[in-house]
């Protein structure tokens, strides 16, 4: 491979493995099609007390999810929901571990939307 394909292929890699956003999610849908308000609420709050998450809000349709330096709010209805960063981090750091959270509550979310 010639030396200017590798340095562009390293340049790619790089570029790939950095996170400069907060991971956010926009309108995932449930597992199941089926649910109200009130049981996604419910499904939601078991999803992020069971991951250490505390809720400090919670409005049918809204709630704000607290764990240490990180605040998420989540927006939902009977047929999906979404994340969304309240005190994005600065550093690459940061970020990352922001979205580990954020990714985790997601996939507790919808494992709990299972049930």
């Known amino acids: 491979m010639p030396p200017r394909c590798l340095v562009l292929l390293g340049l790619l890699v790089a570029a790939g493995c950095s996170v ?9 849908p449930f597992a199941t099609t089926t649910g109200t308000i009130e049981a996604r609420q419910a499904q939601i709050r078991r999803a992020a007390t069971g ?5 400090t809000e919670d409005d049918p349709g ?3 999810a607290h764990k ?7 927006e939902y209805d009977p047929t999906g929901f979404s994340l969304h960063e309240t005190n ?7 970020i990352t571990q922001w979205n ?3 990714e985790a509550l997601e996939k507790n979310i919808l494992a709990q939307s299972k049930a």
């Not at 240490?68 to 989540?74: A, E, F, K, M, T």
């Not at 994005?88 to 940061?94: A, F």
């Open 100 to 102: 580990t959270a954020a």
């Open 62 to 64: 809204h709630m704000l």
């Open 68 to 74: 240490g330096d990180i605040s998420i709010l989540v």
């Open 51 to 55: 991951l250490g998450w505390t809720i």
């Open 20 to 28: 400069t956003t907060p991971y956010e999610v926009m309108a995932e």
């Open 88 to 94: 994005p981090p600065e550093n690459t750091d940061e």
